[in-house]
């Protein structure tokens, strides 16, 4: 495909949202000079911020609020929101009537040219993607960031050169598309498979179905880089029929990984084992975060970047934007900001993290996940316990409750808002603690996002006198 190919065309975007995908789309059809269509369920109140960002730009028709069945079935295609169903009415009507629906993923894999490097997993995709854009920045090459976090896809296409190395976070919806398409990124770098997106799925077999679309269209000359340490994976990848490439928490033998062993990060070419770096030498905080180093570092190196330049750039990786993100210290207090927790399994890896007093700040919104793990953590570990409204909460609360010791004098605080949220956790906390906001629950109610929920945290925070 060629973006010639859109010139004139009637387009409709559906899902403009504010997470900035539906901005990066309509940019890029824009530049393309076709005629767009934006429909979102959304009122224009609620998409003002998405919207100021598209001021100025011609041949947009905004129909907010609703959608109308005349747009999907009376233009040339649709370019879904990928968290919209493929199984939504309209989305249905649009196929009935032979109009190709779209996701800005498989687009932007028509499109491209350059190499593309895809990261999945259920957490630390992320973080893992931004190491290896770091790490390939630093060695010297031109990599782009692609719908990573909140950066938007197809109009990057616009900044790719010759020389570009796409690296692209992929969501299993993103994922969905690809697989739709028969395509898959030349290096795929798969960080685990956990329990999430059940509201959406329903079912694990159907979540991971998407996430497989990572490798299954791969060549026999593509990588797939893949956690050793997930028993789930390990099975799954035996359906690869691309090159595996191992990273895991222990050490491997006679394969081509990157491990770790005591107190150092380990590369195994095949033939030699070499220490990359010790431990003491980074800065990044967090045992999980060790293992999106080692995937990283995998992926640069089946990449082509030379060992040296590895072990150069790793040393100066920092942590990641809402991810046990260090806020600020007021009256000996540390304040972090880990709201890209949105599952119990990621919480319970932040709450690891700290041999500090802690008051945790949870809760939110349910996507019919087990929270007992969490549960039982936080009975364990955490000195004071404040709760966001939502019913992910009233789950929490019980499985919390199970693990308390009958004489337990600890209360938990519900509240919904998160000014009160860090009012009660100050409250709770004293000289030397941490106040860790990692709520393990989705955002929605009380807050646009995920990112929504961690900016008012931090915004709160840095206010305190």
């Excluded at 960031?145 to 900044?159: A, M, W």
């Excluded at 409204?389 to 009958?406: F, Y």
């Amino acid at each position: 495909m060629e973006t010639s190919f859109f010139k004139n065309k009637k387009v409709t975007v559906m899902g403009l949202g504010l997470h900035g995908g539906g901005v990066g789309t309509i940019k890029f059809l824009a530049a393309c000079g076709a005629q767009i269509l934006v429909t979102d369920i959304k009122t224009q109140d609620q998409l003002s911020e998405s919207l100021e960002k598209l001021k100025g730009l011609k041949n947009i028709k905004y129909v907010l609020g609703q959608h109308r069945p005349e747009d999907f079935t009376k233009v040339d295609m649709v370019i879904k929101n990928p968290s919209v169903s493929w199984q939504d009415k309209n989305i249905r009507l649009a196929l009935e009537a032979k109009v190709p629906v779209e996701v800005d993923s498989g687009l932007f894999f028509k499109l491209c040219k350059n190499p593309i490097i895809g990261v999945t997993g259920s957490k630390g995709k992320t973080t893992t993607s931004v190491f290896i854009y770091e790490i390939l920045k630093a060695a010297g090459k031109n990599p782009v960031k692609v719908g990573i976090g909140q950066t938007s896809v197809l109009d990057r296409l616009s900044l790719l050169k010759k020389n570009s190395v796409v690296v692209f976070e992929l969501s299993s919806w993103r994922l969905a598309a690809l697989g739709r398409a028969g395509l898959s990124p030349q290096i795929a770098v798969f960080k685990n498979i956990l329990s999430d997106h059940l509201n959406y799925y329903k079912t694990m077999e159907a979540y991971i179905r998407d996430k497989k679309y990572i490798f299954s269209s791969q060549k026999s000359r593509d990588w797939l880089v893949i956690n050793q340490d997930d028993k789930l994976l390990g099975e799954i990848s035996q359906q690869a029929l691309s090159q595996l490439f191992r990273f895991s928490y222990s050490p491997i033998q006679g394969e081509k990984s990157v491990f770790l062993d005591g107190e150092a990060i380990f590369l195994n070419d095949g033939i030699d084992v070499k220490k990359l770096v010790d431990l003491s030498e980074l800065k990044i905080l967090g045992r999980h975060n060790l293992s999106n180093l080692m995937a990283a570092i995998s992926a640069c190196y089946v990449f082509g970047i030379e060992t040296v330049q590895i072990k150069k750039a790793v040393k100066n990786l920092k942590g990641i934007s809402h991810r046990l993100e260090f806020v600020r210290e007021f009256n000996q207090i540390k304040f972090y900001n880990d709201t890209a927790a949105t599952i119990p399994d990621a919480a319970v890896s932040a709450l690891s993290c700290f041999d500090q007093p802690m008051v945790l700040i949870a809760g939110g919104t349910d996507k019919s996940l087990d929270f007992s793990e969490l549960g039982k953590e936080i009975a364990e570990k955490v000195k004071g316990i404040v709760l966001l409204k939502g019913n992910a909460t009233e789950n929490l609360v019980l499985k919390i409750k199970k693990n308390m010791p009958e004489n337990d004098q600890r209360e938990i605080k519900i509240v919904d808002s998160m000014d009160e949220a860090v009012a009660q956790a100050l409250a709770l906390a004293g000289a030397g603690d941490v106040i860790l906001l990692s709520p393990g629950a989705a955002s929605f109610g009380l807050f646009l996002n995920e990112f929504d929920r961690g900016d008012k945290f931090k915004g709160i925070v840095q206010a305190l006198k």
